[in-house]
């Protein structure tokens, strides 16, 4: 029954956007228990208005609305299991009127309630489940492919959701398998209303075992269909796996020139055990332009940046790719709210990135990258090019990932702190700073990625070891050796809670007269590294100064002799030969707002970072207590927690880092980096690992 139809026809007349539609106060629901209210709530068309008063209001355009809802009520709890639901009473009360009417005026109603009354009654149950047509797997294989109707149990309430997530993972365990063309041939569902029981009945048709036949491209346009048949790389005489094809969906759109890619199999009309490959794709923009914004904000560490990034696909013909990156911006030590700022000055990165794919076959890519850095840091700030030269293979399905590549850097240093300069004869050994900086080494890495996806990951391991030599024959003025293993996992616990781990440890091994130079060294802290610390803040540390101040030579002074050092930040990180750092985090889906998760995190991190191999020569600076080897017994430990926020842009994550340990200036001998500092702070884009 509806009690203001009348009125509000009166008032409104027929047509649904005139002036004085009612705006919807609250929606309630009576009787609905078995089932989460706010489900039944988004299956029907009238909304209630939001509690935000900036937000726009939601208006019934006409009581009829009210009206369809109930059978939308109703086809919603049948899908649930409930097939003998009702919804008897609809019923629409005034909230609020207009009191300020001319007395002769009809009655102008402003607000409405509208409330649904649900008769749920009782739910159909399952009592039988039978998969017929698995006779030619054999027995292990049809106890495999029956768990996948694990979703359907004698007992539980027969919902329509889990009954088609069944029927399709029932098909994808005997693709798994090889079946290219599986498929049901019969699904019977025999419900008896009155008894509120439900016998499922399911015949699977396996076909035959298929291998993979040959690729058909289709849809293009300007690509070359031979060059994209090659990087398809479609693995002809293999056994069938859907996650070959899912592969290759993926390397075809990391090209960047489709808007869509469609990969599936078809039936070989010769030979029904051969499961051909249709690719079909849509080509996009061939050049592209984008501009965007980027920050980073810690307690010891303020930047802002801008971004240009062009991209030219099909450049020179092919799938060649040049990419074009103009990022300027403006960085603060400590930050920018500090009175006083110690370091402060612009950012520029420009970059030209070239990829010729396939050079050595498919799934490699030959990629060339020449840059021109402006930077600051801590103790220094820099600019000049670089180039890089590299090439890189994956192999099983992009599970294994090899690459290498030759990398030069040519860098003016200017505003160096007097620290580095105290001392020439000990500005390269200790401190790997020369000027000009010369910098060439070749760099090898090898992955194995088993990750469910390599962004936002839920579930896999991933391992890599990265190498490092530089020397004469690099063109570099640094002799060394770099090595540095790393183990990320990630372990789903229900739908919305991950456990994430990493683990990576760092050397470098120095030979010659010079030490390690002062941009490959080891440096943690910030929000992709130890959260404890700020950026690059968890290092072997010196002190800045001059001589005015009462340090006669800035290298050699050992910060532990001036506690107020950190609050005056002259100390200086210069990075170590030697690194360890484990994480631990727990990540929990809270809410979803605006279709995106809001995620609260809690972590644990442990690390350290040792003194530079060559942080003192000739005994001159052995008052400087800091190790120069890891010690696991005295590792910095913080524990602490953070809110992500995903978007189309990436993860936006806000980390709080508290620190257990370590926090006196020095402690059973060892000088501590940043002592007091126990909290730190981190807003940044992007998952940590």
Same mark, same amino acid.
């Given at each position: ?9 009166? #008032? ?72 003998? %639901? ?52 054999? &027995? ?16 539980? /309430?027969?919902? *329509? ?11 994808? &365990? ?30 699977? +048709? ?162 060339? %990258? ?22 890189? /293979? #994956? ?16 860098? +003016? ?13 000990e500005t390269g050994s200790r401190f790997g700073y020369v000027d000009p900086y010369r910098l060439g080494y070749l760099q090898e890495q090898v992955a194995l990625d088993l990750r469910d ?15 490092? &030599? ?40 120095? &030979? ?100 530079? *191999?060559?942080?003192? %020569? ?43 340990? /370590? ?27």
């Amino acid at each position: 029954m509806l009690l203001l139809a009348i009125a509000l026809v009166g #008032s409104t007349g027929c047509h649904s956007k005139g002036p004085h539609r009612p705006w919807i106060h609250k929606v309630y629901f009576h009787g609905v228990r078995q089932i989460k209210e706010k489900e039944v709530r988004a299956k029907i068309a009238v909304q209630q208005s939001s509690w935000f008063p900036l937000l726009p209001k939601k208006y019934l355009d006409h009581p009829t609305m009210a009206e369809v809802d109930r059978e939308r009520i109703a086809t919603y709890y049948q899908t649930r299991g409930f097939f003998s %639901t009702r919804v008897p009473k609809v019923e629409i009360t005034t909230y609020k009127k207009n009191l300020k009417k001319p007395p002769s005026a009809p009655e102008h109603i402003v607000a409405v309630d509208v409330h649904y009354t649900v008769a749920e009654g009782e739910p159909t149950r399952i009592t039988k489940v039978t998969v017929d047509g698995l006779d030619s797997l054999g &027995q292990d294989g049809q106890s495999a492919i029956r768990r996948a109707t694990s979703g359907l149990k004698v007992g539980q /309430r027969f919902e *329509h959701e889990p009954y088609l997530v069944a029927k399709d993972t029932l098909v994808r &365990q005997l693709q798994k398998r090889g079946y290219a063309f599986a498929r049901i041939a019969s699904a019977d569902v025999a419900v008896d209303r009155d008894q509120r029981t439900a016998e499922i009945h399911l015949t699977a +048709d396996a076909g035959r075992k298929a291998t993979i036949g040959e690729a058909n491209i289709q849809g293009t346009v300007h690509v070359d269909a031979a060059a994209l048949k090659k990087h398809a790389a479609v693995p002809t005489g293999d056994s069938y796996r859907p996650e070959t094809l899912e592969g290759i969906q993926g390397r075809l759109y990391s090209l960047g020139l489709f808007s869509t890619v469609r990969v599936e199999s078809v039936a070989n009309t010769a030979h029904p055990d051969i499961a051909d490959v249709q690719i079909a794709v849509s080509e996009g923009k061939h050049r592209e332009l984008r501009l965007g914004v980027g920050f980073g904000i810690e307690s010891l560490r303020t930047e802002v940046h801008a971004e240009a990034l062009y991209t030219q696909r099909r450049f020179l013909g092919g799938l060649r790719t040049l990419q074009l990156t103009l990022q300027p911006g403006y960085a603060a030590l400590p930050a920018v709210w500090s009175n006083p700022i110690y370091r402060h000055g612009p950012m520029l990165t420009f970059k030209a990135d070239f990829t010729q794919p396939d050079v050595l076959g498919p799934r490699s890519a030959l990629n060339a %990258t020449l840059s021109y850095d402006l930077g600051l840091e801590y103790a220094y700030q820099y600019h000049g090019p670089s180039l890089r030269i590299g090439v890189n /293979r #994956s192999f099983w399905d992009d599970r294994i990932r090899l690459g290498v590549s030759y990398n030069f850097q040519f860098l +003016d240093f200017f505003s160096a702190d007097p620290s580095l300069l105290s001392d020439p004869q000990e500005t390269g050994s200790r401190f790997g700073y020369v000027d000009p900086y010369r910098l060439g080494y070749l760099q090898e890495q090898v992955a194995l990625d088993l990750r469910d996806r390599p962004v936002d990951a839920r579930r896999g391991f991933y391992l890599a070891l990265l190498a490092e &030599q530089g020397g004469v024959y690099a063109g570099s003025a640094f002799d060394y050796q770099k090595l540095m293993p790393e183990a990320r996992g990630y372990i789903p616990l229900g739908q919305r809670v991950i456990i994430a781990m990493r683990v990576m440890f760092g050397q470098i091994f120095v &030979q010659g007269d010079l030490g390690s130079p002062i941009t490959q060294r080891f440096y943690l802290g910030g929000p992709n590294s130890h959260r404890g610390f700020t950026y690059n803040r968890l290092s072997y540390q010196v002190c800045s100064g001059t001589p005015n101040e009462g340090y006669p030579i800035p290298s050699r002074q050992p910060c532990s002799a001036d506690p107020s050092t950190f609050a005056d930040f002259r100390r200086i990180p210069i990075g170590g030969d030697q690194m360890l750092i484990g994480q631990f985090e727990l990540r929990v889906n809270l809410v979803r707002l605006f279709d995106n998760w809001l995620t609260l995190a809690s972590f644990v991190d442990a690390g350290d970072v040792s003194a530079p *191999h060559n942080s003192c %020569t000739g005994g001159s600076c052995s008052a400087i207590p800091y190790p120069s080897s890891l010690d696991l017994t005295k590792l910095h430990v913080a524990v602490g927690g953070g809110l992500r926020y995903r978007t189309i842009v990436g993860t936006i994550r806000f980390d709080l880092g508290v620190r257990l340990n /370590r926090l006196d200036t020095i402690e059973d001998g060892i000088e501590n980096p940043d002592p007091g500092s126990r909290i730190a702070y981190h807003i940044s884009i992007g998952e940590s690992f």
